[in-house]
């Protein structure tokens, strides 16, 4: 049976389109990377290597966030090219480029297809605008694509990548894990690659070293991840409705979408449209057994993750099953692998043909394709251009508040740690949490203890007894703060402590990153002379 692939250039590609949407894209990122304003999880990396003074340092600032090290190590060999948090705004847009330069050199799918998937959510907004260590994860997973049919000759350049991808994120394994499956079975059961491979007369050493350093990232991922394991409870009864969220999130990965995990009707649903979506991917992707085999080995390796680790918050993380599909793609319409499809059985029962199914639901796969890069295209470039109106998070307006006052060399008490993590970056100063009991910058998961909003007062009474010295200080609470409903102006005084409302700081997307400025001052009190 002659499968088409209706994907693949059948055309000559426009050079304008080609180039355009590259340099357009590349331009865009380049244009964020000074513009666009962190939020907490992209301050906590740059804090993370920037508070460390050493790769030994560096290591123990970030075991306790459970990622492993990749991420911070690339940024802390960059650091002091600005010695702001724009270096690593610069490398995420560097990294960012390069997968994305991968992609439209040697992913054969058509011009326009490009153009969806370049300014879709993913690898327009989520992976190339937000900088974390997703882009770590798009860039090596299409580095392994691009170099794919190099495994003819050598095994290295997929050792490398599969180990580095263990080190990029823990539901980065699930990618490492499709690709490590296909190179074996590859091995185990399809003579031709053995021969083409045991040609190259360093096969030997190719092969050990390939081994040794694959066996060696991992190893190293592993023990990594390890350092957080006590964060981590697994849920190992099987429970339907849980079931269902987790199918959920494929459904999102496809179309961005998380139906409602307390109605039963939008799980069913979106588990129904699901498995029909599923249905026609697979059936495309039966082509090539390596697509095939790739795609269901790393989306069940992510759907045991997600139901029995950590199921997941946010499109960041179910956008893996987006990298999955589109790595899966890749290989199945790859020019140079010239596979054959998988072999199925024409099953018959009152003259319905199987097969004929399979070609049907085949034949509208590129339809559903489209569909949810169009709609993933209109997200990403509707978010991107919201991030230019409204910024991610207030800390850098914040920041620069208390800078252009001349306020941030005086004492600072800020809560919660776990937001203000973004004004420490930006003000490049440590700030008193009582979270932590002690001054500090990015959030330490490990030594915090999570305190209630309506005792704020109670924490600043404690601070100043802490420090009798300190009669002023400049408080920075996060939305929820105790004293929100306050206005500029307002003065609270209670226990011998004023408080006034300063500013506040609400124009950002990100609501917990919204902040409200105070002085709290301990209240002179009044000395009656005896008459």
């Not at 059961?189 to 083409?196: A, H, I, K, S």
């Amino acid at each position: 049976m002659t499968l088409k692939n209706p994907l693949v250039n059948r055309a000559p590609n426009s050079i304008f389109i080609e180039y355009f949407s590259q340099f357009l894209y590349i331009f865009v990122g380049l244009y964020a990377a000074f513009n666009h304003s962190l939020w907490r999880d992209e301050m906590q990396g740059w804090l993370v290597a920037w508070k460390s003074h050493s790769i030994y340092s560096l290591w123990q600032n970030n075991a306790p966030s459970g990622h492993p090290i990749l991420w911070s190590g690339l940024i802390y060999l960059v650091k002091n090219l600005t010695g702001t948090p724009l270096s690593m705004q610069l490398l995420h847009w560097f990294l960012g480029s390069i997968a994305l330069l991968c992609f439209w050199r040697w992913n054969p799918m058509q011009t326009w297809i490009k153009v969806l998937f370049t300014f879709g959510y993913y690898p327009f907004w989520e992976y190339f605008f937000v900088c974390r260590h997703y882009v770590l994860a798009e860039l090596i997973a299409f580095i392994f694509c691009s170099c794919f049919p190099f495994r003819r000759k050598s095994y290295l350049p997929a050792a490398i990548c599969i180990g580095l991808l263990t080190n990029s994120h823990a539901f980065s394994w699930s990618l490492a894990f499709g690709f490590l499956v296909i190179l074996i079975l590859e091995w185990c059961f399809v003579p031709t690659q053995r021969l083409v491979y045991l040609k190259n007369k360093y096969w030997l050493i190719d092969f050990i070293l390939s081994a040794s350093i694959l066996v060696l990232l991992i190893s190293f991922a592993g023990f990594s991840l390890l350092q957080a394991r006590d964060a981590v409870e697994l849920s190992p009864s099987l429970d339907l409705r849980h079931f269902l969220r987790v199918v959920g999130r494929i459904f999102g990965g496809y179309l961005l979408i998380i139906p409602n995990s307390k109605s039963w009707f939008d799980l069913s649903l979106c588990a129904f449209i699901t498995f029909g979506i599923l249905a026609s991917t697979l059936a495309f992707l039966r082509r090539s057994w390596l697509a095939t085999t790739f795609l269901l080995s790393g989306f069940s390796f992510l759907f045991l993750f997600n139901f029995y680790v950590y199921l997941g918050v946010g499109s960041r993380h179910y956008g893996y099953y987006f990298l999955i599909l589109i790595c899966s793609i890749w290989l199945a319409l790859h020019p140079s692998e010239k596979t054959e499809p998988i072999s199925f059985y024409r099953i018959r029962f009152n003259s319905f043909s199987f097969t004929n199914n399979l070609d049907f639901l085949s034949s509208i796969f590129p339809y559903v394709l489209v569909f949810c890069l169009t709609v993933q295209m209109i997200a990403g470039v509707h978010r991107t251009i919201y991030d230019f109106y409204v910024p991610y998070s207030a800390g850098e307006e914040t920041a620069a508040y208390i800078t252009s006052k001349g306020w941030s060399d005086s004492p600072l008490f800020g809560t919660r740690d776990v937001e203000l993590t973004t004004v420490s970056g930006y003000l490049d100063r440590d700030i008193y949490y009582p979270e932590l009991k002690r001054k500090g910058s990015y959030t330490q998961w490990k030594n915090r203890v999570s305190l209630e909003r309506k005792d704020t007062f109670k924490h600043i009474k404690i601070f100043f007894e802490n420090q009798p010295r300190v009669k002023r200080v400049l408080l920075i609470l996060s939305r929820g703060s105790a004293f929100r409903s306050m206005e500029s102006g307002d003065v609270l005084i209670k226990d011998g402590i004023r408080i006034i409302a300063d500013k506040k700081f609400e124009h950002s997307w990100v609501k917990p990153e919204r902040y409200y400025l105070y002085w709290a001052e301990i209240q002179a009190q009044e000395i009656t002379e005896p008459r």
